[in-house]
């Protein structure tokens, strides 16, 4: 038998890497020195597809989530999020805010929202006598990704 909380403390690990979305300000002002034809505000732009993509795909994906499992739904949302960062990395590299906006923002996005609905749901079901701890310990895992 599994122990529950090593399986929370993954949650709270999973959404902490996540969770570096929030850092996207340290990026904003390179970002702004490299692409020198973009304003701050389409730079900012990159972040806010981000958010926006984390909750269209969490909505979406939660089905998917519950039918296929949190090892599946994990695997997909690290190859979103992975391959997203490292899309936007190419972008930062030829300097194309759009190909910035289509790694960071939208696929990176779509990861951010499976990986952020797969611990909580995952921790729902392994603390039912404890469910507003568990998804705390979640959600607190996002928020230290900063």
């Known amino acids: 038998m599994k122990n529950r909380w090593l399986i929370a403390a993954s949650a709270v690990g999973v959404h902490a890497s996540i969770g570096s979305v929030y850092a996207f300000s340290v990026f904003k002002k390179p970002l702004g020195e490299l692409i020198t034809s973009a304003s701050n505000n389409e730079i900012a732009w990159t972040f806010s597809f981000a958010i926006f993509f984390l909750g269209l795909s969490a909505a979406i994906m939660g089905h998917f989530v519950e039918s296929r499992g949190p090892r ?45 609905i797969t611990p909580v749901s995952t921790l729902v079901k392994w603390f039912p006598d404890r469910r507003g701890l568990a998804t705390g310990l979640a959600i607190m895992g996002f928020g230290f990704g900063a």
Request: no cysteine; aromatic share 16%; charged share 0%.
């Open 72 to 116: 599946r739904a994990g695997t997909l949302a690290a190859l979103f999020f992975g391959g997203g960062l490292l899309i936007a990395g190419f972008g930062a590299l030829i300097q194309n805010l759009y190909v910035i906006w289509l790694g960071y923002g939208v696929l990176g996005g779509i990861g951010l929202g499976i990986g952020y």
